[in-house]
């Protein structure tokens, strides 16, 4: 079965103190690995997909990297609004599609 | 508009009403999916469509969810005879072609069944 796990469920940082965020996966036909972030009330907002394991991608403070297993988000000197849930997310193919399975999500809180 | 957009954002049902949720894709968006996300958890995929034809139902949860786009644009998800366990939040996305990945959501239409 398909699965996506990401650690840890819940992170609070103080403003500066630069970390990372976990996710494994556990899928068949994996097309790309997705990180989404969303914040209370609004629908994700795509921030990377990354392809292929060594594949690295760049985002002001945020930088994700790929293993044949895992991915990392890290976040370097984070801000309050920084402050959000990151998901995690394998794009595997369906019917021509590309369905998302997510993670549970790492709920994010920065403090000054 | 420019993203997508879901109506209505908050829906209460009273347990056995019908309810349907509207989505509008981003224009020329050929793919559409819907994703239920309950409290603290990470969106599910329920279904797929490309154009207006819906090549994967493989997670909607039962017969009671039933969902189409006509015209291959706007979508409308329906729940008949709503149960508490259906209340969450539904998510639209839509991406431009089938080989593009990225897909952009909507803000949701949030569910609660009394």
């Known amino acids: 079965e398909d699965q996506v796990t990401q650690s840890p469920e819940a992170l609070r940082l103080q403003e500066g103190e630069s970390s990372s965020l976990n996710c494994s996966y556990t899928v068949s036909g994996l097309r790309g690995l997705f990180w989404y972030r969303q914040d209370p009330g609004k629908g994700p907002e795509f921030l990377f997909t990354?392809?292929?394991a060594g594949e690295e991608k760049e985002k002001e403070r945020l930088k994700a990297t790929l293993t044949k297993k895992e991915s990392f988000l890290h976040i370097t000197a984070p801000k309050p609004e920084d402050s959000a849930t990151y998901l995690c997310?394998?794009?595997?193919?369906?019917?021509?599609?590309?369905?998302?399975?997510f993670g549970t999500g790492t709920q994010l809180k920065v403090e000054l | 508009g420019a993203g997508v957009s879901q109506s209505p954002r908050y829906k209460v049902a009273k347990r056995g009403q019908d309810v349907a949720l509207r989505c509008d894709p981003i224009?020329?968006?050929?793919?559409l999916f819907w994703y239920q996300q309950a409290l603290g958890q990470g969106p599910e995929f329920l279904t797929y469509?490309?154009?207006?034809?819906?090549?994967?139902k493989s997670g909607l949860p039962s017969d009671r969810f039933f969902a189409e786009r006509p015209e291959g644009s706007v979508s409308t998800l329906k729940i008949q005879r709503t149960q508490q366990e259906d209340s969450a939040v539904y998510l639209c996305?839509?991406?431009?072609?089938?080989?593009?990945?990225?897909?952009?959501f909507g803000p949701g239409t949030r569910l609660t069944v009394l």
């Open positions: 996305a839509s991406s431009l072609l089938p080989s593009k990945d990225e897909q952009f």
């Open positions: 469509f490309q154009n207006e034809a819906q090549l994967d």
């Open positions: 224009s020329g968006h050929v793919s």
């Open positions: 997310a394998a794009s595997i193919l369906t019917g021509g599609g590309n369905k998302l399975t």
């Open positions: 990354l392809y292929s």
